[in-house]
């Protein structure tokens, strides 16, 4: 089910998704959905970040349980080399 959703724009905003619109072949509405669709999966994906971020610090801050930056640029060249190895502990 769709639903309205009313956006106050100014001119100038107005004037390029009107530009762009016509560039693309598209609607402005659709142009308008695309940014929206767009917009919300960077900040889910962002705030996903944060969240398995704040997550490894508390973990880290329980158990202090970390890797060194020598194990890890290890672990790195062995990748780019083409040899899958674990994750160092």
């Known amino acids: 089910m769709a639903t ?3 956006v106050k724009v100014d001119e100038e905003l107005h004037e390029r998704l009107r530009v762009m619109a016509e560039q693309k072949d598209r609607s402005t509405h659709w142009l ?5 669709a767009q917009y919300l999966t960077r900040e889910e994906a962002m705030a996903r970040d944060r969240s398995e971020d704040r997550e490894r610090w508390e973990r880290y801050v329980l158990t202090g349980d970390a890797t ?3 194990a890890a640029t290890t672990w790195l060249d062995e990748l780019a080399a083409g040899r899958k190895t674990p994750w160092p502990t």
Do not use: E, P, R, V
């Open 32 to 36: 308008i959905k695309q940014a929206i």
């Open 68 to 70: 060194t930056n020598a």
């Open 4 to 6: 309205t959703l009313g």
